[in-house]
């Protein structure tokens, strides 16, 4: 006679709260809800000391919270989003919103402390804070009213380029630390430097392009925007110029990837600026009015992967050099190709966007398929060419207002909205899954063995 095996026993087992409906009542059930919560996390070991008993009562413990989180928002989240944003009347992007909102609902998301003990560890030895953030922007994003103020204060221009346009109009050249953006005859040239690493994309890229994007959008010597990858150093490319490597997977795994600046921040950030346009004037109006919106080329040398495939469906032209290729391989990253999943279909159809999404299959500029991914496959010498062509077809008064609305017809903006929703929470939880972390890890061993 077979004995099933004891459960381990749990340190903390209550159920969520019960919650009231009114935000005070149910803000200070969950504070306190949240503080018991920590307090048995306390109890346990640091991550990587854990035993299998052990790191079992931490995720029941994180579950138990992030039940009463989800609950919580699930009856408030246009009331926090009210109080924290002045009934909003004022836009604050992401990372200032959730030091807000852990300021003044605590235990709603992890606090600075919280989040800066997570920071200096590596992404396995992490307890997943990010998940909580997420749950946070995921139930704002689901409210036609948060999920679009929110949306908007993160179409801004950013600060830092507000700071360096007087130069950028002046100078015309602006050199960031992985990114310069050029000014030449009405077009603006935003290359990738982050020449050490193929050109993948890390949190300091991210804040770059989204600084270049605003500089490019914010000028008005400015018709046309080009995005290219600028030369690498790897051994195999050297002297060559790449387009993007996609997520820099030796920062997920150092936990150098943040979910606030670079998973949720990229897409609410420099890629939606490029796709529907910069907001310039919040005050209600027509859309056309509050915007800026400028045509965008991109040129593809060497390749395209991950998130530099996720740029070319937002692009309004693509010259891909010959022996170029594209390819999102999330089934083997494990996590979610960020908006390729609302937008590939609409690009490449049904079947072949399963192929590429689920089965990891690459395009080459050569296959009949890369004419649903680029406009034009040219030989590397005639890139420059190309480009200048480009430019030119794209520099007509009109091309800009018909881009804008050819994109609010192609993805609305309560379309946007509720995708952006799903992913911000499955997006988390894919970078602190056992699978992820186990793949991260096991490439960077592989690489640390090479040395």
């Not at 396995?124 to 948060?146: M, N, P, W, Y």
């Not at 989204?210 to 002297?239: C, F, N, P, S």
Request: charged share 25%; proline share 4%; aromatic share 6%.
């Amino acid at each position: 006679m077979s004995t099933r095996p004891a459960s381990p026993r749990l340190p903390w087992d209550e159920p969520a709260p019960v919650f009231q409906k009114v935000l005070e009542t149910d803000a200070a059930l969950l504070a306190g809800y949240a503080e018991a919560a920590e307090h048995h996390m306390g109890l346990l070991p640091p991550r990587p000391q854990r035993d299998g008993d052990q790191l079992l009562a931490a995720e029941h413990i994180l579950a138990l919270a992030r039940t009463a989180r989800r609950a919580f928002m699930a009856l408030h989240a246009d009331e926090v989003y009210g109080r924290l944003t002045d009934g909003r009347t004022r836009y604050l992007r992401l990372d200032a919103l959730l030091a807000a909102a852990a300021e003044h609902f605590p235990g709603l998301v992890p606090d600075q402390a919280q989040m800066l003990a997570e920071a200096a560890r590596i992404q396995a030895h992490k307890d997943g804070r990010e998940v909580d953030q997420a749950i946070f922007c995921g139930a704002l994003l689901r409210s036609a009213t948060a999920g679009t103020h929110l949306i908007e204060a993160m179409l801004l221009p950013t600060a830092r380029a507000i700071d360096l346009l007087e130069e950028f109009r002046n100078v015309g050249r602006i050199a960031l630390s992985t990114v310069t953006v050029e000014r030449d005859s009405g077009a603006a040239y935003v290359t990738f430097r982050n020449a050490h690493c193929l050109n993948t994309e890390d949190n300091q890229l991210i804040a770059d392009l989204e600084t270049a994007v605003d500089l490019v959008l914010l000028d008005d010597q400015v018709r046309v925007g080009i995005l290219r990858g600028g030369e690498v150093d790897h051994h195999r490319y050297a002297g060559r110029r790449v387009f993007s490597a996609g997520i820099n997977l030796k920062d997920l795994r150092n936990g150098d990837i943040s979910f606030v600046d670079f998973l949720l921040g990229r897409e609410l950030g420099y890629i939606h600026k490029m796709a529907r346009g910069l907001l310039v004037s919040p005050a209600e109006s027509a859309w056309a009015d509050r915007c800026t919106s400028k045509p965008w080329v991109g040129a593809v040398e060497s390749f395209a992967i991950g998130g530099g495939m996720q740029l070319l469906l937002v692009l309004d032209h693509v010259i891909a050099e010959a022996e170029a290729f594209f390819s999102l391989p999330a089934a083997e990253e494990g996590i979610v190709p960020g908006l390729a999943n609302l937008r590939l279909t609409r690009a490449v159809g049904t079947r072949l966007a399963r192929q590429i999404i689920l089965r990891g299959r690459t395009i080459h500029a050569k296959d009949p398929e890369a004419s649903q991914l680029c406009d034009e496959v040219v030989p590397v010498t005639d890139m420059e060419a190309a480009i200048g062509r480009a430019v030119r077809d794209l520099s007509a008064p009109a091309v800009a207002a018909n881009r804008s609305i050819l994109f609010l017809a192609e993805e609305p903006l309560d379309l946007y909205r509720t995708y952006l929703a799903e992913f911000a929470t499955a997006q988390a939880h894919r970078a602190y899954s056992h699978d992820v972390l186990d793949k991260v890890e096991r490439r960077w061993q592989r690489s640390q063995d090479r040395k």
